[in-house]
């Protein structure tokens, strides 16, 4: 176990719910990030946080709504999702002060949009 | 634009034999940091190496190595005496030398499989 735990493991849901992940850490990390992981793709950056505030939105649609109320944990809130939003959503940690300090994942949440 | 190249989507080998995973990189930065991750199948990467781009010299880790080559833009990961728990997907990733939190861009990745 890596100290970050991320609920809930899997998801199911339809274009027009809202649900959000949420994402743990108890590393004493201050900067967290969402990743998603998809088959046809390599791991893409979405957001980043460090000490609480959002220092990167990698272009994402706003169907993503990122919240980070303090360095130990952080959300992704999701409504109108579309089926190619289906994929693993991994969050991450790491000490923010600078980008030598690797990063500590979570186990993910497998989001399947029907 | 920064980028990385994992040429080999997968990789099968029998136990025992050696594997090299490569990795290419791209980017105009003059100072990086490289990290490889291995991803079990239970979802969470796990940290392996980092390395700055100002330090070329190989790394050995019990049956891990690594080979960075600044002027061939590479940073492969030898496994030798490869063991079943060794399955896994294999990640490269970059990011620049910077203050505050990272902005990591990875490979696609390479799965490893290895038969017992």
């Known amino acids: 176990e890596t100290g970050v735990t991320q609920t809930p493991r899997h998801l199911v849901m339809g274009m027009t719910n809202k649900k959000s992940l949420k994402c743990e850490q108890h590393?004493?990390?201050?900067?967290m990030y969402w990743y998603k992981q998809s088959a046809k793709k390599p791991l893409e950056l979405m957001f980043v946080y460090n000490f609480k505030e959002q220092t990167e939105n990698n272009s994402v649609p706003s169907r993503f709504s990122p919240e980070c109320p303090n360095s130990s944990h952080l959300f992704l809130h999701l409504h109108t999702l579309q089926p190619e939003d289906s994929a693993l959503y991994l969050c991450?940690?790491?000490?923010?002060?600078?980008?030598?300090?690797?990063?500590?994942f979570g186990p993910g949440t497998r989001l399947t949009v029907t | 634009a920064q980028k990385v190249t994992q040429a080999q989507t997968e990789i099968s080998v029998v136990e025992k034999e050696d594997v090299t995973l490569d990795c290419v990189y791209e980017t105009r930065d003059t100072t990086y940091y490289l990290f490889w991750y291995k991803q079990p199948p239970s979802g969470e990467l796990v940290f392996l190496i980092r390395r700055n781009s100002f330090d070329e010299q190989n790394e050995i880790s019990g049956r891990y190595s690594w080979n960075f080559q600044k002027s061939t833009s590479s940073f492969n990961f030898t496994i030798t005496a490869s063991q079943v728990v060794d399955s896994a997907v294999y990640f490269c990733a970059l990011t620049p030398i910077i203050q505050g939190a990272q902005k990591l861009v990875f490979g696609q990745g390479t799965r490893l499989t290895i038969n017992p």
């Open positions: 590393l004493g990390h201050n900067a």
């Open positions: 991450a940690s790491s000490q923010g002060q600078a980008s030598s300090y690797e990063q500590y």
